[in-house]
């Protein structure tokens, strides 16, 4: 069995890297949505993977496997440019926003990619917004403050991706400029049972990121109670099922 599924790793690993050369892969996308107007206000982008033998390849499979094979750097910028191009042509103010790995941002000519994305898509950059995890500082501090300089000069958007799940979050955001908070669905299941700590926790995120001039957005709503409670603590955004 363990031969078996790392030969079936390996096979994904190779067909993973024509994928990217003979572009299998494709984007998807899932709408954030301002609580108070219920105008979407960005789409975040989902890379997606329709293998010729296999159908459709979970991310929960091919991402780690891209990681792994040092292939995530470059299936993260094929996913940022072609983002950046097919946002274009959306109506309106609506943003995009684009996962950056630890690998992308560590990479010291990253801005310049962010930059060419932007340049050759003609996407205005104040509509891009990039999602980084706390893993990104986990580098050398100064190539990470010289980074985040660089890409606030390109005039990007910057969020903090799941939120409060990670090592020393508040730490983070004396230095870091990010423009939002994403609250981890994690704090989600379970925020109207009575006795439960999340709205509590909530709730301080929320104030937190109004005295930091952040906004707010809460993953993974899937119901409408866990909607309306959002709406009560004042969370400014919404992404999940409840609306796609």
């Avoid at 006795?195 to 001039?213: E, Q």
Wanted: hydrophobic content about 45%; aromatic content about 6%; some cysteine.
């Amino acid at each position: 069995d363990l031969h078996s599924e790392a030969e079936r790793r390996r096979q994904i690993e190779e067909d993973l890297r024509d994928a990217l050369a003979n572009d299998q892969m494709y984007l998807a996308y899932q709408p954030i949505v301002d609580t108070k107007t219920n105008q979407v206000v960005s789409l975040e982008t989902l890379a997606r993977w329709h293998h010729p033998e296999l159908g459709e390849i979970s991310p929960a499979v091919f991402i780690p496997i891209a990681e792994e094979a040092n292939l995530i750097g470059a299936l993260g910028d094929w996913v940022l440019k072609r983002a950046c191009e097919e946002a274009r042509h959306w109506p309106g103010g609506v943003r995009i926003a684009v996962n950056v790995s630890a690998a992308q941002f560590g990479n010291a000519g990253f801005a310049t990619v962010v930059a060419q994305a932007l340049a050759h898509s003609e996407l205005p950059p104040e509509r891009l917004e990039l999602e980084l995890t706390e893993s990104v500082f986990l580098g050398d501090s100064a190539a990470t403050t010289d980074m985040f300089n660089q890409l606030k000069l390109l005039g990007v958007r910057l969020a903090l991706d799941d939120f409060g799940t990670g090592y020393s979050s508040l730490s983070y955001l004396q230095h870091a400029p990010f423009d939002k908070i994403k609250i981890d669905k994690s704090f989600i299941r379970g925020v109207t049972e009575e006795g439960n700590r999340n709205a509590a926790i909530i709730s301080a995120i929320v104030s937190l990121a109004n005295a930091l001039k952040m906004d707010t957005t809460a993953e993974g709503i899937e119901a409408h109670d866990e909607l309306n409670a959002m709406r009560q603590l004042g969370v400014s955004q919404i992404q999940g099922y409840i609306y796609a």
